[in-house]
Nanobody, 128 residues
Framework: QVQLVESGGGLVQAGGSLRLSCAASTRTISTYAMAWFRHAPVKEREFVAGIMWSRWSTGNIYYEDSVKGRFTISRDNAKNTVYLQMNSLKPEDTAVYYC??????????????????WGQGTQVTVSS
């Protein structure tokens, strides 16, 4: 069982930045696929970004189209932490952001069902 704890959410004006952190209880985060999803009111849960595991490299990185060029996902294996740097935030980015993980290869990186572990979520609110 892996526990994930998100932090870094808050209230920010449009155009501002936030950095979300996801601390994992496992020391082998390097072997896990890690992702961020978000859930806004009256919307379905949405994939935001993911950083995969690969035996041969650092792993592929994926972004949802609307965040490309604004958000950056990264991991620090020594700290067992994954980050989501969010720049140029927009009101439509307002949501609860969840960290998700699973060990090994993920068949559908954008699909929530492929992830076994989830954090409790952190609220991000972007005012206009």
């Amino acid at each position: 069982q892996v526990q994930l704890v998100e932090s870094g959410g808050g209230l920010v004006q449009a155009g501002g930045s936030l950095r979300l952190s996801c601390a994992a209880s496992t020391r082998t985060i390097s072997t896990y696929a890690m992702a961020w999803f978000r859930h806004a009111p009256v919307k379905e849960r949405e994939f935001v970004a993911g950083i995969m595991w690969s035996r041969w490299s650092t792993g592929n990185i994926y972004y949802e189209d609307s965040v490309k060029g604004r958000f950056t996902i990264s991991r620090d294996n020594a700290k067992n932490t994954v980050y989501l740097q969010m720049n140029s935030l927009k009101p439509e980015d307002t949501a609860v952001y969840y960290c998700a993980s699973t060990r090994g290869v993920v068949n559908t990186p954008r699909g929530p069902s492929d992830y076994d572990y989830w954090g409790q979520g952190t609220q991000v609110t972007v005012s206009s």
